[in-house]
Structure formats: structure tokens, C-alpha cells
């Protein structure tokens, strides 16, 4: 099956079937389509995959920020323990997950108690 808009591109112009953005494979009929993007053309597919490359950046950061979160509360109970007092304070997670909610919706209280929970450990 030939694709006819595939002659109106500049090769190596991004998004075009030549694109290094824009990986190909093979589909059922011969011809070739954007890799594993779901998009329907090669200017979509650079984009997309472009896109995904900065979420994956960004998602490195983000378990960074977790793990450094994740240690800075083990220390807070540690010294909090260590003085006679409790693993957990419960008014201050209602603090951060009224925080969160509120920057983020409902999707804010899971992310926040998610962020608890791993912050809890196993002291």
C-alpha cells in the first residue's frame, strides 16, 4: 500500500516517514505506520514522542523528589521518637493533604496519601 502524502514531505524534515522523531513499524498490510504513538500521521508521531521523552525526564524527577521526601520523614519521626513522641502526627498529615486537595482536586488527596504512606516507612 502506498502513501501518497509520504511524497509531500521534505525528507529528514521532522515528522516525515525519514524523521529519526518519528520511529516506524511495520502494520499488517506492508505498509508502515508511526511507532506505538496511537497518532495517525508523522507529524503527530514526532510530537508525541518528543512529548513523551520531557514526561519521562520529568518522571525521573519527580521519583527523586519522592525518594528525598520519603528520607526527610523518616528523619522528622526519628527525632520525633527519639524525643518520647509519636511516629505519626496526624495533624500535620491533614495539613498536607488539605494542601494537596487543594492544588489538585480530589486526585491531590490521593497523590498525598500515597506520598504518606511511603513516608510512614518501617521505622
Known sequence: MNDTRSNQHTPDAPGTPDSPAAPRTADAAGGTRPADTGAHTEAAAAAITTTRSRIDELDERIIALVRERTAASAAVQQSRIASGGRRVNLSRET?????????????????????????????
Open 95 to 123: 495539613q498536607i493533604v488539605g494542601r494537596y486537595t487543594r492544588e489538585l482536586g480530589r486526585p491531590g488527596t490521593t497523590l498525598a496519601m500515597t506520598l504518606l504512606e511511603l513516608g510512614r516507612g518501617r521505622i
